[in-house]
């Protein structure tokens, strides 16, 4: 099974390819950004799942919901009528899961959201937004420098996590 | 032949009518030039001993390889490491002591209280005393002994230790020796009668080359059930999934576990008849058997040592005893936890040692080496967690999923305990 740091090193891999590459570098520089997200969502949702695997009565309904990727519904029905449960899969956000994660695990009390990491990882998105979502009216400006920026800032979200959850700084 | 005390040691009569008979048995150098031998006390545990030089054919026909520690005891093993006959160095040793090499420093104790016929009891430099009696056709050269008297069995263990120290002789020598001076034949018998060791066999002296049960590994089984049962005493069915259980490994070599010696000084005596121990001993050898001919008759899967006794790594074996002594106030999931894992035809042994081997977390580095394959606290804490969780059914197979999530759970509670929630 694949991990975060195989598609780190497979991003890396891609942006190297693109360097040699004269003419068209696109073919190289797009899957390189994906991994670069595709790691972080990898990170992450592992972290969820640590979680998410624990005793449920340790964490509030609407927290489960959020490691699960579940909807919370109230039901108004059979048995459970009255009550709120988990019910279908319902995506969650990468970036809300990382807040949710640093502000339920670590001891870290201050805005970072206006931070470089932030906006990094915010124009990093938004790339990767444009790839996965393409319009003909959206131009995609890629570079080798910028691949390399946004594996960077996909390493440091992931190290971001670590030291305040974990409490460790992981090797890549 | 004149015998005189060194100044440091404390006059005995006793000893020396013991080394005036010891002269008259054995014909030494000292004897035929009629020198003054001189009798020294240890500063530290106070035996006695002579140094001398005795002809390699008469030592040859008076040395016994087999000393034991407990000399009157006649169920007492042999001590020593096995003797590697095979190794270069023996071999250059041999080729030395045939060619008419003299060897110094052979640690004896002078002992007729069995084998009489050779009371020349080796504890240091048995492939020397080996090589000197294999080569006394080709050269029959004075070598030199270091020859101890009276000792008691503490002595006699610190000699074995002392004289070995240097000779990368193994913890698992150390753990045998200090094992049966210390408390007897207990922990030997405890194996013998749960199945780990035949009726008449010891610990091995290397655990890494054997594929048996040693003396660390039958004291850290023994420490973690008890420590299981202590602390599952105190927590309630419902609690028992939102703890980490910190199995513990029995310190091994030359001095004696403190957490072992306490069970001991304890519980000696109940060991062999404490009914709960004895069943999960038997239950956990059921594993290791089943484990070990899954993997050795299955050509699904690597026949690799490893892997053949994967329950005797000692992460596994301490997380599965831990969890034998938790469980025992909670019955149900103590049979599921003595239940073996299922196989299928995708996991042929029950332990899956190679997703075992190949598993990793996000937070562990790149060079860990999977589950199940260290002595470290927190291999053990993921070993005890995947036993708990298995507990908790009966017809549970340990695969990857399952593996996955033990693991997250451990992950995750150490994350909440260090409490930032």
Redo the contacts between chains.
């Keep these: 099974m694949l991990n975060y740091r195989d598609y780190l090193s497979y991003s890396e891999k891609y942006i190297q390819l693109a360097e040699e590459e004269s003419l068209d570098k696109l073919k190289f520089l797009i899957p390189s950004i994906l991994l670069s997200w595709i790691a972080i969502e990898s990170f992450i949702n592992n972290i969820m799942d640590d979680f998410g695997s624990l005793p449920e009565d340790l964490f509030e309904l609407h927290e489960r919901g959020l490691l699960l990727e579940k909807k919370v519904i109230f039901v108004d029905h059979g048995g459970e009528m009255g009550k709120f449960k988990l019910d279908y899969r319902e995506y969650k956000r990468l970036g809300e899961k990382i807040l949710f994660l640093i502000a339920k695990f670590s001891n870290l009390n201050k805005p970072y959201k206006g931070e470089s990491l932030w906006q990094n990882f915010e124009d990093l998105r938004d790339t990767r937004n444009k790839i996965l979502h393409p319009r003909r009216n959206i131009e995609l400006e890629l570079t080798v420098e910028k691949a390399y920026k946004y594996l960077e800032t996909s390493k440091n979200i992931i190290q971001f996590v670590s030291t305040n959850v974990w409490r460790k700084k992981i090797s890549f | 032949m004149k015998i005189l005390f060194e100044e440091n040691a404390k006059k005995s009569e006793k000893i020396e009518k013991l080394v005036s008979r010891f002269f008259k048995k054995v014909p030494t150098l000292e004897n035929k030039l009629d020198v003054p031998m001189v009798i020294f006390q240890d500063g530290v545990n106070n035996s006695y001993y002579i140094k001398c030089q005795v002809l390699a054919r008469i030592a040859s026909k008076i040395i016994d390889l087999n000393a034991k520690i407990k000399a009157k005891d006649p169920e007492s093993f042999r001590a020593n490491r096995e003797l590697m006959l095979k190794d270069t160095t023996y071999l250059k040793m041999e080729l030395d002591a045939a060619n008419g090499r003299e060897f110094n420093d052979i640690i004896v104790e002078y002992n007729s209280e069995y084998n009489a016929d050779k009371p020349l009891k080796v504890w240091g430099g048995q492939h020397r005393a080996h090589a000197i009696s294999g080569a006394i056709n080709s050269a029959n050269r004075y070598h030199g002994f270091k020859v101890y008297f009276d000792l008691n069995e503490k002595q006699r263990t610190e000699v074995a230790l002392i004289s070995n120290t240097n000779m990368g002789v193994s913890d698992d020598t150390f753990d045998r020796m200090l094992e049966e001076t210390t408390f007897g034949n207990t922990l030997r018998k405890w194996c013998q009668k749960i199945g780990f060791l035949g009726p008449k066999e010891d610990f091995p002296d290397v655990g890494s080359r054997s594929e048996k049960i040693t003396v660390k590994l039958a004291r850290s089984f023994i420490v973690n059930y008890y420590m299981g049962l202590d602390k599952g005493k105190t927590i309630k069915s419902e609690e028992l ?2 703890n980490i259980y910190d199995p513990y490994v029995t310190e091994t070599g030359v001095s004696i576990d403190s957490k072992y010696a306490e069970i001991m000084s304890e519980k000696r005596n109940k060991i062999l008849s404490d009914k709960s121990l004895i069943e999960a001993g038997e239950k956990f050898l059921e594993l290791h058997r089943t484990q070990y001919e899954a993997v050795k008759g299955n050509p699904k899967i690597r026949n690799r040592k490893a892997y053949r006794n994967k329950a005797l790594v000692i992460s596994v074996l301490c997380g599965w005893s831990y969890i034998a002594g938790l469980l025992q106030n909670h019955r149900a999931r103590l049979l599921n936890h003595y239940m073996i894992p299922k196989t299928t035809s995708k996991i042929p042994d029950p332990l899956n040692a190679e997703e075992m081997s190949n598993f ?4 562990d ?2 060079t860990y080496r999977g589950l199940g394959t260290r002595q470290s606290a927190k291999d053990m804490q993921r070993l005890a967690q995947v036993f708990l969780a298995k507990s908790l059914s009966d017809t549970c197979t340990l695969d ?1 999923q399952f593996l ?2 033990a693991v ?2 451990v ?3 150490t ?2 305990k ?1 409490g ?2």
């Design positions: 999934d939102k990793k977390h996000d937070s580095l790149p990857k996955q999530k997250s759970t992950v995750g509670l994350t909440l260090r930032y929630v």
